[in-house]
C-alpha cells in the first residue's frame, strides 16, 4: 500500500515567491496534518483536518501561510510570499481518527534564498 | 512549558550495547497518547509505538521496549543489542485529550551506533 505522498520533495525558490506543497494521505486515513521541522523549533504542528475541515490551526504561523484539504486525498500548504525564515522540512502526515497513529510522508524540503 | 522533555541530546554506543532514551512528558488530562519515532538520516519520521494513559503495561517489539510509568511521568524505550542500523533521531511525543489529535514532540534524541 502506498504511504503518505507529497510533493515536491526539494523545492528552491526566492523570498517573496508563492510556494504549494502538496499532499496525499493514505486511502481511507480522515485525519491529516501538516507539521514543520527546523533546528531551531523542531518538530511543530501547523494545522490538522479532520474529514476535511480545519480543526486546529493555531501552529500556522502567520497570514502568509494557508492551508486547504478540498477532498479526503488531497490537501495542499500554501505560503505566500515566501520569506528565508520558512526554510525547513514540512512533513504531512495521516491517521484513521480512531486509532490515532499518524504516518508521516517523506517531507519537502524547502529553501527560500 | 515544554510538554515533552527528552533530556538526552546524543548517545553514542557502541554495536551490541543497550540503550535507553528517556522522556518525560507533562499534562493535565487524564486522558492522553504517548508515541514515539524515529527518524534515519534519510529523513522521513518512522512510527514506533503508542501507549494511552490507561494502560501501563509495559511492551516490548523485538530488539525494542518501552517502560511506562505514569507515577514519574516518564515513557522511556530500550534498544537492546543495538546495530548500526539504529542510528537515528528518536522523537517522543505526547497527544492530549480524548478529542484532540496533535502531537506535541519532544526535541529528539540522537543515537550513532558505531561498528
Known amino acids: 500500500d502506498a504511504g503518505v505522498i507529497q510533493s515536491p520533495r526539494h523545492e528552491v525558490t526566492e523570498m517573496g515567491q508563492e510556494v504549494t506543497l502538496r499532499c496525499k494521505p493514505i486511502?481511507?486515513?480522515?485525519?491529516l496534518f501538516w507539521y514543520r521541522q527546523t533546528m531551531m523549533r523542531g518538530l511543530e504542528l501547523l494545522i490538522y483536518?479532520?474529514?476535511?475541515?480545519?480543526?486546529?490551526d493555531s501552529g500556522m504561523p502567520e497570514d502568509r501561510f494557508s492551508a486547504k484539504m478540498p477532498n479526503a486525498s488531497f490537501s495542499t500548504l500554501k505560503i505566500q510570499p515566501s520569506e528565508p525564515r520558512d526554510s525547513a522540512v514540512y512533513f504531512c502526515?495521516?491517521?484513521?481518527?480512531?486509532?490515532?497513529?499518524?504516518?508521516f510522508g517523506p517531507g519537502t524540503r524547502l529553501t527560500v534564498l | 512549558a515544554q510538554k515533552v522533555t527528552q533530556a538526552q541530546t546524543e548517545i553514542s554506543v557502541v554495536e551490541k550495547e543497550d540503550v535507553t532514551l528517556d522522556c518525560v512528558y507533562e499534562?493535565?488530562?487524564?486522558?492522553?497518547?504517548l508515541f514515539w519515532y524515529k527518524q534515519p538520516p534519510s529523513g522521513e519520521l518512522v512510527f514506533l509505538i503508542r501507549?494511552?494513559?490507561?494502560?501501563?503495561q509495559n511492551e516490548i517489539s523485538g530488539r525494542y521496549s518501552w517502560n511506562f510509568q505514569k507515577s514519574t511521568s516518564s515513557f522511556n524505550f530500550t534498544i537492546t543489542a543495538s546495530q548500526v542500523v539504529d542510528s537515528a533521531v528518536y522523537f517522543c511525543?505526547?497527544?492530549?485529550?480524548?478529542?484532540?489529535?496533535?502531537?506535541?514532540f519532544g526535541a529528539g534524541t540522537t543515537v550513532t551506533v558505531r561498528a
Open positions: 499534562t493535565r488530562d487524564t486522558t492522553y497518547y
Open positions: 502526515a495521516s491517521s484513521l481518527e480512531a486509532e490515532r497513529d499518524q504516518f
Open positions: 486511502s481511507g486515513h480522515n485525519s
Open positions: 483536518f479532520n474529514n476535511n475541515v480545519p480543526i486546529d
Open positions: 511525543a505526547l497527544s492530549e485529550g480524548a478529542n484532540d489529535y496533535k502531537l506535541s
Open positions: 501507549r494511552n494513559s490507561f494502560d501501563e
